[in-house]
């Protein structure tokens, strides 16, 4: 089954500290992944997506695929990266995709 | 404004009523999206339409019923509210089918008292 498992719900970090949130895959073949992030109580905004390999509010992932893997990190964490974060992979073909969502991880900077 | 926006914003209700949620996109998608966010955050595929066509129902109660008037909107109805629907409900859109990111509307936070 195709699938994306986050295994922190929340993960606390101090001010400057590096982030790693985890992002494990289940898919046969070579999958697109999306980190998608949700600030308190706003949509839910595309933060990356691993084919364009870009760096988004010093954010980014690397797909790992021997580890089944597209972890999001920073180098030093601000007080306004606190938010939700969850891994996304399409799943599905033609009009029948979809995006399927990992549980997400709450990350929580703190002074 | 290019976006996706639903309303209302916020619905509070008592049980057993029927509300219905709107939803527009005016980005030319055709494909668009209801997704539900319970209050463990978990977020979970309900609908998908295509050009106005119902492609994906995950399994939800015949209570819930989408409408698709034009591509450009999906409204979601629901009857018989119960305590356990209670959840943030999000449109999405998508500008084709495949393996491609959905841009989300700002949520619908629905409250059965």
């Known amino acids: 089954a195709q699938r994306v498992t986050q295994p922190e719900k929340l993960l606390s970090v101090f001010k400057g500290a590096p982030v790693e949130l985890k992002c494990n895959y289940s898919y046969s073949g070579s999958p697109e992944l999306f980190w998608y992030v949700q600030y308190s109580r706003q949509r839910l905004q595309l933060l990356l997506r691993h084919i364009s390999r870009e760096s988004i509010k010093g954010f980014t992932a690397d797909l790992n695929k021997g580890e089944t893997s597209f972890h999001l990190k920073k180098p030093f964490a601000q007080e306004e990266d606190s938010a939700m974060y969850y891994c996304?992979?399409?799943?599905?073909?033609?009009?029948?995709?979809?995006?399927?969502f990992g549980t997400g991880t709450r990350l929580q900077v703190t002074l | 404004d290019t976006a996706v926006s639903q309303t209302p914003k916020y619905l509070v209700t008592q049980m057993g009523n029927d509300k219905s949620i709107k939803c527009e996109q005016n980005l030319g998608h055709d494909t668009m999206y209801w997704y539900k966010q319970d209050s463990k955050k978990f977020l979970k595929i309900m609908f998908s339409?295509?050009?106005?066509?119902?492609?994906i129902n995950e399994t939800v109660p015949n209570r819930f019923s989408p409408k698709s008037p034009d591509k450009a909107h999906l409204n979601l109805h629901i009857n018989s509210l119960e305590l356990g629907d209670s959840a943030v409900y999000f449109c999405?859109?998508?500008?084709?089918?495949?393996?491609?990111?959905?841009?989300f509307g700002q949520g619908t936070r629905l409250t059965v008292v």
């Open positions: 996304a992979l399409p799943t599905g073909a033609g009009p029948a995709s979809k995006l399927t």
């Open positions: 999405a859109s998508s500008p084709r089918e495949g393996n491609t990111e959905a841009f």
């Open positions: 339409y295509n050009n106005k066509e119902l492609i």
